[in-house]
């Protein structure tokens, strides 16, 4: 059972996401596929939203909820793949690694090179970027190493 299998099983009751829907509502804000599980004053968002500003507003908001001590943020923002937008690689003089997920902690799966372009897929919010490299490898890149073309 994957992550998000368990998140959808973690949400006991419909009034539960209600509430959550409600504080974001309040807040102007709406992510239709909203998903939350609260453990341990620990919640977990996913879902997807249009940009950054508005996954930060979402955190905001769902801050107040009752019981929430701590937020882990897996919203992502929508899918970019069709809108072919070029990035270039800004490393000081190595290649850029592509990790299997938002972080430094994930394994390296693939490579960009100094200077090379890639294009980005999806946007996500905690500074990375979902791209695809010119070999075709697909991953997670660090926003610092990345210029729109």
């Not at 909203?34 to 801050?63: F, M, W, Y």
Request: glycine share 8%; with cysteine; net charge positive.
């Amino acid at each position: 059972m994957g992550l998000f299998d368990k998140l959808a099983k973690a949400i006991t009751t419909p009034a539960e996401k209600a509430n959550y829907n409600a504080l974001l509502s309040a807040a102007g804000i709406s992510i239709p596929n909203l998903g939350c599980s609260l453990e341990n004053g620990v919640l977990i968002i996913t879902g997807t939203v249009p940009d950054g500003p508005t996954a930060e507003a979402a955190i905001a908001a769902l801050r107040k909820a009752p019981g929430v001590i701590e937020i882990k943020n897996y919203l992502e923002v929508e899918d970019l793949s069709s809108k072919r937008i070029m990035m270039k690689v800004i490393t000081k003089s190595s290649n850029l690694n592509i990790r299997k997920g938002p972080g430094t902690n994930y394994e390296i799966v693939g490579k960009a090179a100094h200077h090379s372009t890639v294009q980005l897929l999806k946007k996500m919010y905690n500074g990375w970027y979902f791209i695809r490299s010119e070999q075709g490898v697909e991953g997670f890149c660090s926003t610092d190493y990345l210029q729109y073309l």
